[in-house]
Every structure is written in C-alpha cells, then in structure tokens.
C-alpha cells in the first residue's frame, strides 16, 4: 500500500463518494428552489421541519440545535423510531401503516413551510405516509433518497418517498446502501447514505444563509454554545421560534 494512498478498500469508498458528490453538483437547479422555498417560509415567520427515522434520525439531529445551523428548525425525533430503541422495534415500526399520521399530529406543521424527509430507500410506511400528510396540509415536500436504491426494490406502503414528495434530492448510493466489496464477503461494507444526508443538510444551510445575506438580511444562525457570547445570543434567537419547535420547549 502506498504511503501517499489509504487501504485499496478505503480509496474505494472515497471514490464512491466522490462520485455521489458530483451527483449532487448535478441536482443544483432543484438545491436552489428548495433552499429559496425555505427562505421564502422563514421570511414570513415559519420554520423548517426535519424527519428521519433508523440511522436517518441522524439528518433531523444534525440540522437541529446547532452551531452553524438555522436556529428555526423542528426536529421530528421520535425516539421509537430512533436505532437507540432497538432493531426489533424501529424496523416494524418504521414499516407500520399509520405512524405518520401519529407524527404529523404531534407536530404544528403549517402551510407553505417546507418538511425535510430523508430516507435512503424511500420505501417504508412512516416516511411516505408523513410526506403525504404534509403535501395534503400544504407543505413543500422534500425528500432525500437514493433513487437507485429506492427504484431496485418493491414499495411496503402503496408509492415511494421519490413518487410523493414535491422535490428529491438524489444522494446517487447503491441498492443496498453500502459501497465496498472485499473477497470472501458475500455483501458490500460501509454505506454512504448517513455522511451524504448530512451534507445535504450542510449544503441546504449554507445556500439558505446566502440567500439572506444576499437580500441584506441577517440568517437566524446559532453560535456555538462553546464561545463567549454564545448563550446569549442563542437564547435571544431561540426566544422568537420556541413556540414552535417542540424539542425547544
């Protein structure tokens, strides 16, 4: 192995992600509508809405509370649903007709506001179903699913999250999620679906933070909690959108 390169399995990935990335690069007409949907919501005093469920939660918890990122963010967390809660009670359960109806009541989800869903298979109950509600209320839906892997394998609910939402962000990942054959193994290793999600998430601030700055506005952004000022300044931020988001309260 060279000393200038990582194990031929590591560079694999590299390279899978990489291609995912110019996948992304591609999709920048859609990123742009999306990300001036949501400038438009928060102009007008709503919030965006974020929901993942399995290792998909980690894109609700990432764009949620955090340093660099808009502070009017609900996070749909339902710790059910969440990998903590265990496999044999969040797979049934993600796949159970019924869920997201359960979830969108939980939550004030209004019109005209825009609802974040990543799921890289985009085939279980609880996303769709959330992602029809939403659309049926009047939310701008996103989803964020690998059309490969979501095309490559039958629906659980009736359509998939590609057919309901009103926009898709295609992460490009294989069917199966992960990228990395080894000799011997009869499946690939590591998937690609929870580091891309949280780059879109990234990707969707930074244009969205533009897009303010580029109307002479300040975006309502956190300060890292960890730096003089920091407190203070969140509270103030938090103090107009807590009565909206629920894990704020």
Do not use: W
């Amino acid at each position: 192995m060279s000393l200038s390169s990582l194990s031929p399995g590591q560079e694999v990935y590299l390279k899978e992600f990489g291609r995912c990335i110019e996948l992304l690069r591609s999709q920048k007409n859609t990123f742009e509508i999306i990300c001036k949907k949501i400038f438009e919501s928060l102009c007008a005093d709503g919030v965006v809405h974020v929901f993942g469920s399995g290792h998909s939660h980690s894109f609700a918890e990432e764009m949620f509370h955090r340093a660099g990122g808009l502070v009017p963010v609900n996070a749909l967390l339902e710790e059910y649903l969440m990998p903590h809660a265990g496999p044999s009670q969040v797979g049934p359960l993600e796949r159970l007709s019924g869920i997201g109806a359960i979830i969108f009541s939980k939550y004030d989800l209004r019109k005209g506001e825009v609802l974040l869903l990543a799921s890289n298979s985009g085939i279980n109950a609880a996303t769709v179903e959330l992602a029809e509600k939403a659309k049926q209320t009047g939310l701008i839906t996103v989803g964020i699913t690998s059309l490969t892997h979501s095309k490559g394998v039958p629906a659980r609910s009736g359509k998939k999250l590609y057919e309901v939402v009103d926009h898709c962000i295609d992460t490009g990942t294989p069917v199966g999620d992960a990228c990395v054959p080894l000799k011997g193994l009869p499946v690939n290793v590591a998937p690609l679906s929870g580091a891309l999600t949280l780059l879109i998430g990234e990707l969707i601030t930074v244009r969205v933070a533009e897009i303010f700055s580029e109307n002479n506005l300040q975006a309502p952004i956190y300060q890292s909690a960890n730096t003089p000022g920091g407190d203070e300044r969140n509270k103030v931020l938090e103090a107009k959108y807590r009565a909206r988001i629920r894990h704020l309260r």
